[in-house]
């Protein structure tokens, strides 16, 4: 068997692994042009391919350097997806790095931070707002 992983070749987030018996079958794998193939099966959780070295290369994602300090994420990659989760969902794009967090309604919120660089973990946070 012949272990793989399909990956978007911009951004090195694997879609998903898999096996095929014969090498021939590999081509099959790739479904649109931005995605690539690497020969090695891993998880889409803990890796990603790095695809600014001259051969991609798999790597285990690193941890997410994102922090809170009082209402405000602090270290967060550039661009990330921030949600704030209670009754519903509000999302918005940090590009700078920090985000102030507010709410209408003291509670405790639900806050997931997903880099749009695949190197990176998201982080999850529960704050008093």
């Not at 009082?70 to 794009?93: A, M, R, T």
Request: charged share 20%; with cysteine; aromatic share 10%.
């Amino acid at each position: 068997m012949i272990g793989f992983s399909v990956y978007n070749k911009y951004s090195g987030e694997i879609l998903w692994s898999g096996y095929v018996s014969r090498r021939s079958d590999l081509s099959s794998q790739v479904q649109s042009e931005d995605q690539s193939l690497i020969e090695v099966y891993c998880d889409n959780k803990n890796h990603y391919v790095d695809v600014f070295q001259e051969a991609p290369q798999v790597k285990s994602k690193l941890n997410n350097p994102t922090y809170l300090e009082d209402n405000v994420l602090k270290s967060v990659p550039n661009p990330s997806l921030v949600s704030i989760y209670n009754s519903g969902v509000s999302s918005l794009e940090v590009t700078d790095g920090e985000v102030v967090l507010e709410a209408d309604l003291p509670d405790t919120y639900k806050v997931i931070v997903n880099p749009a660089d695949s190197k990176y973990y998201s982080a999850e946070f529960e704050v008093n707002l």
